[in-house]
């Protein structure tokens, strides 16, 4: 298994023609790296050089029915589809529960399995029922699937749930962009949860000329939140911070240990996204 990134046209089929895949996956479309793709088209182009390039060498590619970009970018070629609610997919799931871990059912022909993750968030399902779908087209039994769904603890700082001696944490600061942010306020503001929630944010990197309005969304969305306490770090934000409300800006990781240190938090639930480049899995410790 290859992993590829990108965050220029032409770096996907650069990583092709180096590895040259028989198939492939491409997991999702988001606002990300727009700085060095320049615009929202131009990122959906490189996305789709994986698809060009096993086309072109008669692969396989295996598709989110829910995405449409990816359906229609997939058109004509061999691929397995996979989503959720949809018995005529190749593989399929229904989401049961996501406060905070995520639960959901699949099937392998007449039989039907639970799967208790320790991913937070329902927008990792896409994630799990891709991996089902690969996992049954290479011959993997269904109880050895579900186990290694169930089994996987993240530890990287990536829809990972852990709970301190002070606060309950959700630490999803390995990268951001618009797409997953949104998808993460989303999901920690349906949570039900008896104690205040606060959202740590750090700032979303290589947006380029769609920074400050991207930035300007999320801010618009905390307005209309309860949430007890609202820290927003990176330079971006510095003028984009309503003046009244719970919010704190700081600008940078280590002005927010700080103010951790000298003023600690106790009994909250936190969120913690941002991406990697802010360096916010620094402040888990103060929490």
């Known amino acids: 298994v290859v992993e590829m990134g990108a965050n220029h046209p ?63 970018l997939s058109e004509g070629m061999d691929r397995i589809l996979y989503g959720r609610d949809d018995p005529s997919l190749f593989a399929s799931g229904t989401l049961s529960d996501a ?53 996987y603890e993240p530890r990287n700082h990536r829809s990972q749930f852990k ?6 944490l959700i630490i999803d600061a390995y990268n951001a ?3 997953s942010m949104k998808a993460s306020l989303d999901f920690f503001s349906s949570i039900p949860s008896s104690m205040p929630k606060m959202v740590i944010l750090g700032e979303m990197k290589e947006l380029g000329a769609i ?10 969305f ?9 820290y927003l770090v990176g ?22 240990i700080e103010s951790l240190i000298a003023e600690p938090v106790t009994g909250h639930y936190i969120l913690l996204k941002g991406s990697h480049a802010v360096h916010l899995e620094k402040a888990v410790d103060y929490l």
């Not at 198939?23 to 793709?37: C, D, P, Q, S």
């Not at 049954?136 to 579900?146: H, L, M, P, V």
């Not at 709970?163 to 309950?168: A, I, P, Q, S, V």
């Open 99 to 151: 406060t905070p871990f995520m639960t959901f059912d699949w099937r392998f022909f007449d039989r039907s399995y639970r799967v208790r993750t320790r991913l937070v968030g329902e927008y990792n399902f896409d994630n799990a029922i891709a991996a089902v779908a690969v996992c049954k087209f290479f011959g993997i039994d269904a109880e050895s699937i579900s186990n290694a769904l169930e089994t």
């Open 211 to 220: 920074s400050e309005e991207e930035h300007l969304k999320v801010v618009d």
């Open 10 to 72: 032409g770096d996907i089929r650069q990583l092709c023609e180096i590895a040259e895949p028989d198939y492939g996956l491409i997991t999702n479309v988001g606002k990300a790296h727009l700085e060095g793709f320049g615009t929202f088209e131009k990122l959906v182009a490189t996305k789709g050089e994986l698809y060009d390039y096993i086309r072109a060498h008669e692969g396989k590619v295996f598709v989110n029915r829910e995405s449409k970009i990816l359906y229609d």
């Open 163 to 168: 709970r301190t001696e002070r606060n309950d």
């Open 177 to 179: 962009n618009p797409t």
């Open 222 to 230: 905390l307005k209309n939140q309860a949430y007890k306490r609202v």
């Open 235 to 256: 330079n971006v934000f510095r003028k984009l911070i309503p003046a009244d409300g719970p919010y704190r800006f700081f600008e940078d990781v280590e002005s927010l």
